[in-house]
């Protein structure tokens, strides 16, 4: 319920990837079953959430299919961004640093002392914390 919502709060209200989530909570614990089986045909039966979060189909267990998280990667490359831990904490960071949801990030080096990751986004070098690192989830592009 709660991933279909926010999908229909993106798409045709026009809410932020901040304002989502806590307009989600309240709306999943008032919706009926019905509202919502029409409220997933009516998004075409979406896949995920647009934090990448899988949308399971009616009646299957919920198994995320974006699930490497950035801390589990042990090597540098380029990574398609599929998935976001639903935190507004996190979302704002997130937006500050202009990073979304299919943006590939370039891998550069992980720090064993400091426990961080370099990354580039669009040509901008970024230090991630393994904290923010455990949140993000990837799919190794090359």
């Known amino acids: 319920k709660h991933r279909l919502i926010e999908v229909f709060l ?3 209200l026009d809410y932020t990837s901040d304002q989502i989530h806590e307009e989600a909570e309240v709306l999943e614990h008032t919706v009926s079953d019905l509202f919502v089986k029409r409220l ?3 998004l075409g039966f979406p896949q995920t959430c647009p934090h990448g979060g899988t949308i399971p189909a009616e009646g299957e267990l ?3 299919i974006n699930n490497l998280p950035l ?3 042990q090597e540098a490359g ?6 976001v831990h639903d935190s507004f904490e996190l979302l704002k960071y997130l ?3 202009a990073i979304h949801i299919g943006d590939q990030l370039q891998v550069k080096q992980f720090d064993g002392f400091s426990n961080s990751f370099t990354l580039v986004n669009k040509g901008e070098d970024l230090q991630v914390s393994i904290d923010i690192a455990k949140q993000l989830y990837v799919e190794k592009i090359n």
């Not at 380029?78 to 998935?83: F, P």
């Open 62 to 64: 919920l198994v995320e």
């Open 71 to 73: 801390a589990a990667v």
């Open 10 to 12: 993106v798409h045709h």
């Open 95 to 97: 937006e500050k640093h």
């Open 40 to 42: 997933d045909k009516l």
């Open 78 to 83: 380029t990574y398609l961004l599929t998935r």
